[in-house]
T-cell receptor, first 114, second 114 residues
Framework: GDSVTQMEGPVTLSEEAFLTINCTYTATGYPSLFWYVQYPGEGLQLLLKATKADDKGSNKGFEATYRKETTSFHLEKGSVQVSDSAVYFCALSDMDTGRRALTFGSGTRLQVQP | DGGITQSPKYLFRKEGQNVTLSCEQNLNHDAMYWYRQDPGQGLRLIYYSQIVNDFQKGDIAEGYSVSREKKESFPLTVTSAQKNPTAFYLC?????????????FGPGTRLTVT
């Protein structure tokens, strides 16, 4: 079945450092890919998405490019802030399987220190 | 403001009791979902509903039941048959079920069973 693998956390960075969180996937069909963010004690919020190969999703300084050849969707940000501290989830949705729901990775906790 | 409401935020129950978690949305979305989140793990799909009066089992449906009698409501019952019910439960909705449609999440209910 479909699956998403994320790098384990926590990732600890200093403010203004460069961020990369790796995400790779396995899926039948042609998935759409998402990054969601979860702040402490809250639900998830969509951060960005990409629906086809070579698409780049971007939002709030975060970017991720849908790489079909490497089955990856790595999240990047050039300069992190303390307010970016949260748990980040990579997810996919594959219409072809008829599942019509998201498959999530295990999440990566980001801690940004002042 | 449109959104998803889950209540209560914290719920405590004794082992052997059934408990129902509320999820209401005023976004006029057709599709609704229930996920379970455990520490250090991603979200796992319990049940989903693409339309009123229809719902499908997800990956971990055993010990849970749902109903979808109204478009805006998708309550989840955690039964005494669920072996390990203590977890964080998240409800989500999307305009329609499908790969490209963003899922909006509620704030979650943390259930503790002792």
């Amino acid at each position: 079945g479909d699956s998403v693998t994320q790098m384990e956390g926590p990732v600890t960075l200093s403010e203004e450092a460069f961020l990369t969180i790796n995400c790779t996937y396995t899926a039948t069909g042609y998935p759409s890919l998402f990054w969601y963010v979860q702040y402490p004690g809250e639900g998830l919020q969509l951060l960005l998405k990409a629906t086809k190969a070579d698409d780049k999703g971007s939002n709030k300084g975060f970017e991720a490019t849908y790489r079909k050849e490497t089955t990856s969707f790595h999240l990047e940000k050039g300069s992190v802030q303390v307010s970016d501290s949260a748990v980040y989830f990579c997810a996919l949705s594959d219409m072809d399987t008829g599942r019509r729901a998201l498959t999530f990775g295990s999440g990566t906790r980001l801690q940004v220190q002042p | 403001d449109g959104g998803i409401t889950q209540s209560p935020k914290y719920l405590f129950r004794k082992e052997g009791q059934n408990v129902t978690l509320s999820c209401e949305q005023n976004l006029n979305h057709d599709a609704m979902y229930w996920y379970r989140q455990d520490p250090g793990q991603g979200l796992r799909l319990i049940y989903y509903s693409q339309i009123v009066n229809d719902f499908q089992k997800g990956d971990i449906a055993e010990g849970y039941s749902v109903s979808r009698e109204k478009k805006e409501s998708f309550p989840l019952t955690v039964t005494s048959a669920q072996k390990n019910p203590t977890a964080f439960y998240l409800c989500a909705s999307s305009i329609r079920a499908g790969a490209d449609y963003e899922q909006y999440f509620g704030p979650g209910t943390r259930l503790t069973v002792t």
